[in-house]
Nanobody
Framework: QRLLAESGGGVVQPGGSLRLSCRARGIIFGRYAMAWYRQAPGKQRELVAAITSDGTTNYSDSVKGRFTISRDNAESTVYLQMNSPEPEDTAVYYC?????????WGLGTQVTVSS
């Protein structure tokens, strides 16, 4: 059973919207800092957005103002709301959890932005 399970990926048109979800199991979710990373073909994995255990958020410059990260501790789930996506946002999106030296990755979900 995976600790982090992403869902919600797919094909979206430029200017549309998509919401990714990541459900955690087997960890005390509320204590973990959560983040979304992405990796496009031929590129390194990069941070998209992060949210601390107390709700402080951080975004990469490329998605600031378009994407929103949020968390629901009662549901052990972190979300990434993607508004006005662009073709350059096409990538595999990974969920990440970190608490001190413990960290976990999901298997990723593909997001393709195309008309």
């Amino acid at each position: 059973q995976r600790l982090l399970a992403e869902s919600g990926g797919g094909v979206v048109q430029p200017g549309g919207s998509l919401r990714l979800s990541c459900r955690a199991r087997g960890i005390i979710f509320g204590r973990y800092a959560m983040a979304w990373y992405r990796q496009a073909p031929g590129k390194q994995r990069e941070l998209v957005a992060a949210i601390t255990s107390d709700g402080t958020t951080n975004y990469s410059d490329s998605v600031k103002g378009r994407f929103t990260i949020s968390r629901d501790n009662a549901e052990s789930t972190v979300y990434l709301q993607m508004n006005s996506p662009e073709p350059e946002d096409t990538a595999v999106y990974y969920c990440h959890a970190r608490l001190f030296r413990s960290e976990y990755w999901g298997l990723g979900t593909q997001v393709t932005v195309s008309s």
